[in-house]
C-alpha cells in the first residue's frame, strides 16, 4: 500500500508570490491534516479536511488556504509569500472519521524556501 | 489551550542503555496520545497511539504509558541501538493533534 505522498518536495519562491502543494492520502483515508513545521515554533496544525469539507483551521492568516478533493487528494495554497512562511509542510492522513482518534499516516513534506 | 511539553529536550546515550522519553500535556481531555519518531529532514514515522481509557500500549522494544489525570505521558525505549537516532515527538488533541517539541535522542555506537 503506498504512503502518503507530496509534491513537490521542494519549493524556492520569493516574497509576494504564491505556491500550492499537494498531498495524496493512502487509499482510503478520508481525513487530511496539514502542519507547518519550522524550527522555531515546531509543529503547527494548519487545517483538517474530511469530504471535502474543511472542519478545523489552525491561528495562521487567510494567506493560508486549502481544498479537498472526491478522491481525498488535498492542496493547500499560501498567497503573498513572506519570509516567515519558510518551513516544512507535512500532510497526514487517517483512515477514520477524526484525525485524533487514528494513527495519523505522514507524509515526507514539502520544504518551502521563500526569499 | 492545550500545552505540550517534551523533557529532555537533547538525549545522547550509550548503545544498550535503556530510557525514558517524557510527555507532560495541560488539558487531559484528549482521545488518544500518539508517539512519533521523526528522521532529519523526513516526515513522522506513527510509533504509538494509546487510547485515552488504556494505560500503556507496546511495539517490541518500545513501550508507551498514559496518565491522563495527571497529564503525564512516557515512552521507554529498551537496549537502545544507534538505529534509535532521531526526534521523538508526542501528540494529543481533540480533533487537532498538538505536538511537544520533540525529544533529540542520540544512541552512541
Known amino acids: 500500500k503506498a504512503g502518503v505522498t507530496q509534491t513537490p518536495r521542494y519549493l524556492i519562491k520569493t516574497r509576494g508570490q504564491q505556491v500550492t502543494l499537494s498531498c495524496s492520502p493512502i487509499s482510503g483515508h478520508r481525513s487530511v491534516s496539514w502542519y507547518q513545521q519550522t524550527p522555531g515554533q515546531g509543529l503547527q496544525f494548519l487545517f483538517e479536511y474530511f469530504s471535502e469539507t474543511q472542519r478545523n483551521k489552525g491561528n495562521f492568516p487567510g494567506r493560508f488556504s486549502g481544498r479537498q478533493f472526491s478522491n481525498s487528494r488535498s492542496e493547500m495554497n499560501v498567497s503573498t509569500l513572506e519570509l516567515g512562511d519558510s518551513a516544512l509542510y507535512l500532510c497526514?492522513?487517517?483512515?477514520?472519521?477524526?484525525?485524533?482518534?487514528?494513527?495519523?499516516?505522514f507524509g515526507p513534506g514539502t520544504r518551502l524556501t521563500v526569499l | 489551550k492545550q500545552e505540550v511539553t517534551q523533557i529532555p529536550a537533547a538525549l545522547s546515550v550509550p548503545e544498550g542503555e535503556n530510557l525514558v522519553l517524557n510527555c507532560s500535556f495541560t488539558d487531559s481531555a484528549i482521545y488518544n496520545l500518539q508517539w512519533f519518531r521523526q528522521d532529519p529532514g523526513k516526515g513522522l514515522t506513527s510509533l504509538l497511539l494509546i487510547q485515552s481509557s488504556q494505560r500503556e500500549q507496546t511495539s517490541g522494544r518500545l513501550n508507551a504509558s498514559l496518565d491522563k489525570s495527571s497529564g503525564r505521558s512516557t515512552l521507554y525505549i529498551a537496549a537502545s541501538q544507534p538505529g534509535d537516532s532521531a526526534t521523538y515527538l508526542c501528540?494529543?488533541?481533540?480533533?487537532?493533534?498538538?505536538f511537544g517539541s520533540g525529544t533529540q535522542l542520540t544512541v552512541l555506537p
Open positions: 501528540a494529543v488533541g481533540i480533533w487537532q493533534l498538538t
Open positions: 497526514a492522513s487517517s483512515w477514520g472519521d477524526r484525525p485524533d482518534t487514528d494513527t495519523q499516516y
